[in-house]
T-cell receptor, first 110, second 124 residues
Framework: QSALTQPASVSGSPGQSITISCTGT?????????VSWYQHYPGKAPKLMIF???NRPSGVPDRFSGSKSGNTASLTISGLQTEDESHYYC??????????FGGGTKLTVL | EVQLLESGGGLVQPGGSLRLSCAAS????????MSWVRQAPGKGLEWVSA??????????AASVKGRFTISRDNSKNTLYLNLNSLRVEDTAAYYC??????????FGVGMDVWGQGTTVTVSS
């Protein structure tokens, strides 16, 4: 199972919006609505930001939203804040009954 | 407070074995699937294995299948990962994570609680 494809890095200014894409195949992203997004600061525990494509756990700001079209999922962060600077990973359940992560995207808030 | 605490990491030679543990507290452990996820130095997150709440079904990434074994003791609220035939490329921080779905069957929905990780180093 190959990793999902994410851009290595994205950047934006405070207050702007950014979108991180996550491209898979018909065997993972395209097969189920089981796409999740995680925020990960190095050395810390990852944090669930979005589950089942577009659902936010309690406590996650509504600035974070998710979507999916075909084999590509996306995470959008609106109203960027400096504390959003982190690494973001997508993951999807697969038809092989496994989970596959994306390679990760480093978000820089300029 | 919902918490996960990993232990058991360390330095091991190639071909060696280790057993990782993850002590859970603050939630009904048996009701949730659990996963192990790792991060090699300088690399991204990689899902390793999952087990349903009852322990009756287990799942593995191709990279560890046949070498790693996931298990759980619901009476002790503890998740385990037995690592055998270790390779240099297994060097990583290993995290345990709680599944979001309370039926205990589905580990793919999302992982909402994570431990701080335990480090495994495979080197001669």
């Amino acid at each position: 199972q190959s990793a999902l494809t994410q851009p290595a890095s994205v950047s934006g200014s405070p207050g702007q919006s950014i979108t991180i894409s996550c491209t898979g195949t018909s065997s993972d992203v395209g097969a189920y609505n089981y796409v999740s997004w995680y925020q990960h600061y190095p050395g810390k525990a990852p944090k669930l930001m979005i589950f089942e494509v577009n659902n936010r756990p309690s406590g996650v700001p509504d600035r974070f939203s998710g979507s999916k079209s075909g084999n590509t999922a996306s995470l959008t962060i609106s109203g960027l804040q400096t504390e959003d600077e982190s690494h973001y990973y997508c993951t999807s359940y697969t038809t092989s009954s496994t989970l596959v992560f994306g390679g990760g995207t480093k978000l820089t808030v300029l | 407070e919902v918490q996960l605490l990993e232990s058991g990491g360390g330095l091991v030679q190639p071909g060696g074995s280790l057993r990782l543990s993850c002590a859970a507290s603050g939630f009904r452990f048996s009701s949730y699937a659990m996963s192990w996820v790792r991060q090699a130095p300088g690399k991204g997150l990689e899902w390793v294995s999952a087990i349903v709440g009852s322990g009756g079904s287990t799942y593995y990434a191709a990279s560890v299948k046949g070498r790693f074994t996931i298990s759980r003791d619901n009476s002790k609220n503890t998740l385990y990962l037995n690592l055998n035939s270790l390779r240099v490329e297994d060097t990583a921080a290993y995290y345990c994570a709680k599944g979001l779905d309370s039926s205990g069957h589905y580990f793919g929905v999302g992982m909402d609680v994570w431990g701080q990780g335990t480090t495994v180093t495979v080197s001669s």
